[in-house]
Nanobody, 122 residues
């Protein structure tokens, strides 16, 4: 069973920073790309950042380019999202996501963490 557990959210002032973590289990972490999504109230969930299996390539939504950094530690089965220069419009629930076969066997399943709230406000 795939499990994704986020941590690190909270309340931060505009211009501040937060570092989100997502601990993964139930599959061979180093084989698969990992994603961070977010969903603000009244809006659809959207992709924030993606990192390939060994971290060679990354993707960022235009709204976070130059401010957010996605990284991973395959030895710790953990993916991170370092968020800098935070803005009120970054306020959302942030979700870790992986599209992986449970136990590395069978078809891929879209799996989500429980989400962590990030609030940017003065």
């Amino acid at each position: 069973q795939v499990q994704l557990v986020e941590s690190g959210g909270g309340l931060v002032q505009p211009g501040g920073s937060l570092n989100l973590s997502c601990a993964a289990s139930g599959f061979t972490f180093s084989r698969y790309a990992m994603n961070w999504y977010r969903q603000a109230p009244g809006k659809e969930r959207g992709l924030v950042a993606r990192i390939t299996s060994i971290g060679v390539s990354t993707y960022y939504a235009d709204s976070v380019k130059g401010r957010f950094i996605i990284s991973r530690d395959n030895a710790k089965n953990t993916v991170y999202l370092q968020m800098n220069s935070l803005k009120p419009e970054d306020t959302a629930v942030y979700y870790c996501h992986a599209n992986v076969p449970p136990g590395d066997y069978g078809p891929r399943v879209s799996s989500w963490g429980q989400g962590t709230q990030v609030t940017v406000s003065s």
